[in-house]
């Protein structure tokens, strides 16, 4: 069935919205996280990718103004609880929690901001892609560290761990064969970098 424009830019803004409020509390969780370690390696990564999470916001608030449109102030301010209360545990908790709650998150994160780019291809807005692919890799980057930290760790490497994403050319790759099947077909499903894996 062929998503009508309207609904993939209604679609678009819903998930952007998500996402803002989602990077804040992504941030103020990487904050307590990258203070509750030791290893001045980890310490550093860990504030890098607080620091891309809150570039990350900046981008899509640009995003959602071009669409004349604006964070939820329900979401914000749910995001500052969950983000605060991270913030707070990742100090209590030990080391293996907050790494095995990130990466499944990230993971998560790489699928939403390929979702928002095939609803900006939908409604026109290609102008967006390319911006939403470049969050999708950086999340990869970012589940891809976890992922690493969680298996070092001797009782993590025991965890059965979140499904591992695809390669990472592979966010670009499933969204351009999407675009030549476009061209010769009417019609839009969603298919993502897993699905291209498998098909
Ligand atoms: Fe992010
Ligand atoms: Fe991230």
């Given at each position: 069935?062929?998503?009508?424009?309207?609904?993939?830019?209604?679609?678009?803004?819903?998930?952007l919205q998500?996402?803002?409020?989602?990077?804040?509390?992504?941030?103020?969780?990487?904050?307590?996280?990258?203070?509750?370690?030791?290893?001045?390696?980890?310490?550093?990564?860990?504030?890098?990718?607080?620091?891309?999470?809150?570039?990350?916001?900046?981008?899509?608030?640009?995003?959602l103004?071009?669409?004349a449109?604006?964070p939820?102030h329900?979401?914000?301010?749910?995001?500052?609880?969950?983000?605060?209360?991270?913030?707070?545990?990742?100090?209590v908790?030990?080391?293996?929690?907050?790494?095995?709650g990130?990466?499944?998150?990230?993971?998560?994160n790489?699928?939403?901001?390929?979702?928002?780019a095939?609803?900006?291809?939908?409604?026109?807005?290609?102008?967006?892609?390319?911006?939403?692919?470049?969050?999708a890799?950086?999340?990869?980057?970012?589940?891809?560290?976890?992922?690493?930290?969680?298996?070092?760790?001797f009782?993590g490497?025991?965890?059965?761990?979140w499904?591992?994403?695809?390669?990472?050319?592979?966010?670009?790759?499933?969204?351009e064969?999407?675009?030549m099947?476009?061209?010769?077909?009417?019609?839009?499903?969603?298919?993502?970098?897993?699905?291209?894996?498998?098909?």
């Amino acid at each position: 069935m062929m998503v009508s424009a309207v609904d993939s830019r209604i679609k678009l803004i819903a998930i952007l919205q998500l996402a803002y409020s989602g990077e804040l509390a992504a941030a103020y969780a990487y904050r307590g996280h990258w203070h509750s370690v030791r290893n001045p390696d980890q310490r550093t990564a860990i504030q890098n990718i607080e620091n891309d999470e809150w570039q990350h916001r900046k981008l899509l608030a640009d995003l959602l103004t071009s669409l004349a449109a604006g964070p939820l102030h329900r979401r914000e301010t749910r995001a500052v609880i969950i983000g605060r209360t991270l913030q707070f545990l990742c100090h209590v908790t030990g080391w293996l929690a907050p790494m095995y709650g990130a990466g499944r998150l990230e993971s998560h994160n790489v699928c939403e901001y390929e979702t928002a780019a095939r609803h900006a291809r939908d409604c026109g807005r290609k102008d967006m892609v390319d911006c939403l692919l470049d969050m999708a890799e950086v999340e990869w980057e970012h589940e891809s560290y976890f992922r690493s930290r969680v298996q070092e760790h001797f009782v993590g490497r025991r965890l059965p761990l979140w499904p591992q994403p695809p390669a990472k050319e592979m966010i670009r790759v499933s969204f351009e064969r999407e675009l030549m099947s476009l061209s010769h077909q009417n019609g839009s499903p969603y298919v993502g970098a897993q699905a291209v894996i498998e098909s």
